[in-house]
């Protein structure tokens, strides 16, 4: 097991859950939209970086053969917990993806807020195209350095203790990272620019955290949605959503 950063806190007091992640909660909101309609049964999916295991339950549910791993052994250790309430059938591995030998390819991988944790960006995208079968579907999330709050701390302050604070390493150019899993051999089927100044707020800021308990009806959520996607082409997006396909035949 090689760990070549220490694992920030923040993966170290990994939540179990009680109920499988829904189309209405506000964290996986986005992804939950452009994911699931990928999970079919009787698809293997892995989940990279599985962290709480939120997607890798979602696609369980869904009737996919899921396998999630992730370097944290708090997350692992919550996840098999999680499992066991939610009685669905998810094996969990402690290991570090990039170095780990895995005998198999898979149908979809989930590689969601993952790559900016890790020490080498490129050989991930190799290894992810590596694990997919011949038109096998990436699913796949990064954060961009066009984050309003992000460029606003930066400016500030010349650094951001938030990034720090949960294990980032780099931030991404939209641009880079298409280039990047084209180059890679990847067909780039969807993007979506995600997480614009109003939602970065509320998951960011003490204030929105408040608001978000207050306000949290799912009437607010969509209106608060709609809102900050009219906030992305003015300040910026946080994060950006990418479908990818591995071309048959490779």
């Not at 293997?44 to 599985?50: A, E, H, I, Q, R």
């Not at 939209?174 to 707020?201: D, P, T």
């Not at 955290?209 to 799912?218: A, C, E, M, N, S």
């Amino acid at each position: 097991m090689k760990h070549q950063h220490p694992i920030p806190e923040i993966f170290q007091n990994t939540p179990i859950l009680h109920r499988v992640p829904r189309s209405t909660d506000f964290a996986s909101w986005h992804h939950y939209q452009y994911f699931v309609p990928y999970f079919k049964p009787g698809l293997t999916v892995l989940d990279v970086g599985c962290g709480a295991g939120t997607f890798s339950f979602i696609a369980a549910e869904k009737g996919c053969i899921v396998t999630g791993v992730d370097i944290s052994q708090d997350a692992i250790s919550s996840c098999r917990v999680s499992a066991a309430n939610l009685g669905l059938d998810v094996e969990f591995i402690y290991d570090d993806f990039v170095d780990m030998k895995i005998g198999k390819k898979y149908d979809i991988i989930i590689c969601s807020e993952v790559l900016e944790h890790t020490e080498d960006s490129l050989r991930v995208m190799e290894k992810l195209y590596e694990l997919l079968v011949d038109g096998g579907i990436l699913l796949f999330s990064v954060p961009l350095y066009s984050a309003p709050l992000y460029r606003y701390h930066i400016w500030r302050f010349r650094r951001c203790e938030r990034d720090k604070s949960v294990g980032h390493l780099r931030r991404y150019m939209h641009w880079w990272i298409v280039a990047n899993l084209r180059h890679e051999g990847f067909v780039v089927q969807e993007q979506k620019l995600i997480e614009g100044l109003l939602r970065s707020w509320i998951a960011e800021s003490k204030y929105g955290q408040l608001f978000r308990k207050v306000f949290g009806k799912l009437c607010i959520k969509r209106i608060v949605n709609w809102l900050d996607s009219l906030l992305i082409p003015i300040f910026g997006a946080s994060n950006i959503i990418i479908i990818a396909k591995k071309r048959k035949g490779e």
